[in-house]
């Protein structure tokens, strides 16, 4: 639908309604069955959560953070994000 002036775009939530949300999604994110149901690919991850260490932060190039998650295991799950690129149609070509 078309957006709307009068849409209440952001909602007050409480702060500790905020906080268990968070720590719910991080709990699942643990848990593989809830993982692949979520349609990704970790079956050559070694475990989860998947926990790297501050120094790939300094890793500066596209490549570099490619072969390393490749490292990881995340290779299927790198194939899937690129299989799900997509090209639109018509003059949104240009977006």
């Known amino acids: 639908s078309p957006t709307k002036t009068w849409r209440r775009w952001h909602r007050r939530v409480n702060v500790t309604q905020k906080r268990h949300a968070?720590?719910?999604?991080?709990?699942?994110?643990?848990?593989p069955p809830l993982v692949m149901a979520r349609g990704h690919r970790i079956g050559q991850v070694a475990e989860?959560?998947?926990?790297?260490?501050?120094?790939?932060?300094?890793?500066?190039?596209?490549?570099?953070?490619?072969?390393?998650?490749?490292?990881?295991?995340?290779?299927?799950?790198?194939q899937r994000v690129i299989d799900s690129k997509k090209v639109r149609a018509g003059k949104g070509k240009m977006r």
Do not use: H, M, W
Request: proline share 2%; with cysteine.
């Open 48 to 78: 989860l959560p998947l926990v790297v260490s501050d120094s790939l932060q300094s890793q500066t190039k596209t490549k570099q953070a490619v072969e390393t998650l490749k490292k990881l295991g995340c290779a299927e799950e790198l």
């Open 22 to 31: 968070i720590a719910s999604a991080l709990a699942a994110s643990a848990l």
